[in-house]
Nanobody, 115 residues
């Protein structure tokens, strides 16, 4: 089992920044992939960004150039630096851990961007 604990969400004005953190604990395997997804009201959950154990990254087109994902393999923590936030970034953000056929989710953290 893997537990994911997110932090860093909140209310911010458009144009502002937030940094999300997600600490993983439990049966962590090297070679995993970590990511951030988000779900806005009435919409499906979507990938925001992901990062492999080798630091290869992938971003949704809507956040490229504004968001940066990074990880600390010693702390088993993944970060999402969000800059130039827009109202449409408002959503619940979920941390995700993948290894082989296993997938785990965090409980989610609310990000609200006021325009």
């Amino acid at each position: 089992q893997v537990q994911l604990r997110e932090s860093g969400g909140g209310l911010v004005q458009a144009g502002g920044s937030l940094r999300l953190s997600c600490a993983a604990s439990g049966s962590i395997f090297s070679g995993n992939a970590l990511g951030w997804y988000r779900q806005a009201p009435g919409k499906q959950r979507e990938l925001v960004a992901s990062i492999t154990s080798g630091d290869s990254t992938n971003y949704a087109d809507s956040v490229k150039g504004r968001f940066t994902i990074s990880r600390d393999n010693v702390k088993n923590t993944v970060y999402l630096q969000m800059n130039s936030l827009k109202a449409e970034d408002t959503a619940v953000y979920y941390c995700n851990y993948k290894y082989s056929y296993d997938t785990y989710w965090g409980q989610g953290t609310q990000v609200t961007v006021s325009s």
